[in-house]
Each structure stands twice: as structure tokens, then as C-alpha cells.
């Protein structure tokens, strides 16, 4: 079925808005930029001195896979937050690469890769704050185990570390993966906060192509299932509260959501800001299946989306949760709406 899916409802977990449909290739560590490298950082960045290591005025958080939707967000609310509290360091495997974060005031971007836990030492020395922003590979977990023993031996003081909402799931492709993470990081022996994501509303922008197309837009879940997601800059001014005042948070696992929707919700919200008549369309799993196989996502990502969709279609507490508390109680901030989410991004969908 051509039209099975548009390409956002790919996105659960892989990839959000336009993003969605990208693949996420595991990296092999040999093939990875920082292994090929000198230790060195590639921008106009410098490894910590010495005095900012052990006394500088501000302590130092770091966003170690800053180059992504969720890094860039935290990277975004921390330098338009909090910048006179911190000093922002952004660690990404490309720093050539890194053009969102570079707009960004008040940041040093600086290479860092996972899959190079002795790079990383050297390059947490004098960190006080760490976000691990997990990647979407398959050995993400253990580049997250790498990220998390370099912390240790680098002396960070607090890990914030990206989960998922069925992180107890362990049965699930994600759960699994994302137990073991929180396992590791809660077990190292470092103040640390979880930070728990469900299926990101940034993933809405990959309906936009058939919503401009035929009007309709397709993911493999019923129109009046409810579930709670996130926008990414929800997220993002979530994560940077934490990292600047980390020890209010020690020890805490939060679930960051946004709102509570349904698809037909997205739809009749679209055509009330389009004004013109917007639907949902349910298609089957195995439809899907092949639909996200074809735009080149891995099989076992395409999978565990799928299970995602299926405990979303299910109701389950881990894709529909009751309380949506944490975002305001940890930001003192009201969360963003589905209207107003749509509304920022309006112009996509015309
Ligand atoms: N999409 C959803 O609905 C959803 C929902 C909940 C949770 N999540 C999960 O949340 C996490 C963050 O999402 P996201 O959208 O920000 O992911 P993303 O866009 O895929 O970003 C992941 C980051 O990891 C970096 N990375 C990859 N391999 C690395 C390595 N070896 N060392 C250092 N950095 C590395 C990437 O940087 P470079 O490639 O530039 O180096 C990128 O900046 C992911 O695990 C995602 O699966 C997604």
C-alpha cells in the first residue's frame, strides 16, 4: 500500500520531524570520526585548561550528542536560559558538522565521540554537569556504558542521562536497550537524574507531505487512541533546568511530556488551522513495517517502533501517562499544547 504511512509516524523513536524517515546507521567503532582523530578538538574549541578544570568561575555542563534534535534543544535552552550560571560545552563526533549548534551564542563546541571512552576522560576533566543524549543505534547502550565509565574516571560530579518511557519495558527492543542504560547509569556511583522520553511531536512534521498532498496522513495506530508525547524543546528546557541545578534532581527519574492526543486530535487541530478537512487514516503494522523498511530505517528500529505504536494502541501507562506533572514541577513552566505546536509549525503543513 503506496500510501501506507507518512513518513512521521516513523519517528517514534528514531528520529524526529523531518528526521523521521532518516536512517540510523550503528556506527562500527572503526569506522567512527573520533577513532580516526586526534584527541584534539576540531573548532575553534580548546580542551579545558587546567584552572577552568579545578576552579573556574562557572561550573561546566556538557551535552555530549549535542548535534541532534534533543541536543540542540537542551544546547538552545541552556544558552538562552542560563548562561550566565554556566559555561556550555556541545560534544559532537563532527564538529565540521555541527551548523545548528554553531548559531548558538555562548557555546563551545567541542569533538567527542562515545565510542572513544579515553578521548572522553580527557575531554569531561572539569565537567560538573553531563548529558548523555543516547543516540538512535543499535550499541547504543553500550556507547552509552562507554560514556558513562568515562564520567566516572573524569571525576563529573552529575549524569542526566536520556531514557524512554518504557524504559521497565525490558522485554521491549527500546525497554531493553534503555534499562540497561538506566541500570548503568544509576549503578555507577555518580549523583545522576533520568530523564524519560515518549514519541516525540516533532514527528507530527513528517505528516506534512501528504497532509499538502491528499490531506490525509497515516501512522499504524487507531484515530481515538490517546497517548503523551514531547516536543523536542520541551525536552530540551527540561534537561537544561536539571543540568544547571542538578542536585535538586539527584536520583530522580522523570517522564517529560508535553500533552495528551490523539491522531484524530492532530487532524481535526490541522484543519481548523488549515481551514480545510484534515483525516487520519489508520494503516495496518505490516503495512507500516514496509513502508519504514523503505525509507532505509533499520529493521530492528522499524520494530521497535512498531511496538511502540502497539503499546500506544493498547493504552498502555508507558504511552499514555497519567500525570503530566514533571515538565512544570521541574521548570515551573506550562508545557506546550498540540495547538500551539501545530501552530508554531503551521507553515509546514501548507
Ligand atoms: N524520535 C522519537 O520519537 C524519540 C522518542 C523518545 C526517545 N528517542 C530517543 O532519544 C534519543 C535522542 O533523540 P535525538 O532525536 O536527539 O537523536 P538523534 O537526533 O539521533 O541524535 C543523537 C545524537 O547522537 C550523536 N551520536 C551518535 N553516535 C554517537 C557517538 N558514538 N558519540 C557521540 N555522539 C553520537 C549524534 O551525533 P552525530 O551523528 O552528529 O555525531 C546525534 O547528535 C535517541 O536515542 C532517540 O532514539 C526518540
Redesign the pocket.
Known amino acids: 500500500m503506496g500510501q501506507c504511512c507518512s513518513s512521521g509516524s516513523g519517528?517514534?523513536?528514531?528520529?524526529?520531524a523531518e528526521?523521521a524517515n532518516k536512517a540510523?546507521t550503528p556506527?562500527p567503532q572503526s569506522s567512527?570520526p573520533a577513532q580516526q582523530t586526534e584527541e584534539t578538538p576540531a573548532t575553534e574549541n580548546e580542551q579545558p585548561k587546567e584552572s577552568e578544570q579545578s576552579g573556574g568561575a562557572k561550573p561546566v555542563v556538557f551535552v555530549?550528542?549535542?548535534?541532534?534534535?534533543?541536543?540542540v534543544a537542551t544546547v538552545q535552552s541552556l544558552s538562552s536560559k542560563f548562561a550566565e550560571k554556566v559555561e556550555i560545552r556541545a560534544?559532537?563526533?563532527?564538529p565540521d558538522?555541527a551548523d545548528k549548534l554553531k548559531e548558538i551564542s555562548g557555546v563551545t563546541i567541542v569533538q567527542?565521540?562515545?565510542?572513544d571512552k579515553d578521548g572522553l576522560v580527557t575531554t569531561l576533566a572539569g565537567v560538573s554537569s553531563l548529558y548523555i543524549?543516547?543516540?538512535?543505534?543499535e550499541n547504543?547502550a553500550e556507547?552509552a556504558g562507554l560514556a558513562v565509565d568515562a564520567a566516572k574516571e573524569a571525576g563529573v560530579k552529575h549524569i542526566v542521562s536520556?531514557s524512554?518511557s518504557g524504559a521497565d519495558l525490558k522485554d521491549t527492543i527500546f525497554g531493553g536497550q534503555f534499562n540497561e542504560i538506566e541500570s548503568k547509569v544509576s549503578g555507577i556511583g555518580i549523583p545522576f537524574t533520568l530523564v524519560r522520553?515518549?514519541?516525540?511531536m516533532d514527528?507530527y512534521l513528517g505528516f506534512a507531505s501528504t497532509v499538502k498532498e491528499n490531506g490525509q496522513f497515516y501512522a499504524p495506530l487507531s484515530g481515538d487512541k490517546a497517548f503523551t508525547p514531547v516536543t523536542?524543546s520541551d525536552a530540551g528546557v527540561a534537561a537544561a533546568t536539571i543540568l544547571v541545578d542538578p542536585s535538586k534532581h539527584e536520583g530522580k527519574t522523570y517522564n517529560i511530556v508535553s500533552c495528551r492526543n490523539t491522531m484524530d486530535d492532530i487532524a481535526s487541530t490541522l484543519s481548523t488551522l488549515l481551514e480545510k478537512e484534515i483525516t487520519f487514516v489508520k494503516v495496518e503494522p505490516s503495512d507500516a513495517k514496509q513502508t519504514f523498511l523503505g525509507f532505509g530505517m533499520p529493521e530492528w528500529q522499524v520494530d521497535g517502533v512498531l511496538e511502540l505504536f502497539k503499546l500506544m494502541e493498547e493504552g498502555s501507562p508507558k504511552t499514555n501517562q497519567e500525570d503530566l506533572g514533571d515538565y512544570k514541577n521541574i521548570t515551573g513552566e506550562d508545557p506546550t499544547s498540540l495547538k500551539d505546536f501545530l501552530t508554531n509549525f503551521k507553515a509546514a503543513f501548507e
Open positions: 519517528g517514534g523513536e528514531s528520529g524526529a528526521g540510523e556506527a567512527d555530549l550528542g549535542a548535534s541532534g534534535s534533543i541536543g560534544g559532537v563526533r563532527n558538522k567527542a565521540s562515545m565510542a543524549v543516547v543516540p538512535g543505534s547504543r556507547l536520556v524512554v522520553l515518549p514519541y516525540f514527528n523536542t
